[in-house]
């Protein structure tokens, strides 16, 4: 299932092994705090168990959706490149 993965994390330290984790996992950087990839349920587990474990005593918010093969055909883009 396809999943799109948000934070906001105040500490670089503690952002930069989230980030790197979500990319052992595979997922891809949409932008700066948002990834996105295919994961299963067993998969989706791990990974917050992870990003938990490496958020540690820090605060911040993660946040793990879900999307279904129907609405990812609804997905659009625009992405154009400025001057």
Not at 36 to 52: A, D, V, Y
Request: net charge positive; glycine share 8%; charged share 30%.
């Amino acid at each position: 299932m396809d999943v799109l993965l948000i934070y906001d994390i105040s500490e670089d330290k503690v952002r930069n092994k989230v980030a790197e984790t979500c990319k052992d996992f595979g997922l891809h950087r949409i932008q700066w705090s948002a990834f996105t990839g295919k994961l299963n349920h067993n998969l989706r587990e791990e990974l917050m168990l992870k990003i938990s474990r490496a958020l540690g005593g820090s605060g911040g918010n993660i946040r793990l959706y879900p999307i279904c093969s129907k609405d990812m055909k609804l997905f659009r883009e625009i992405n154009r490149v400025g001057d």
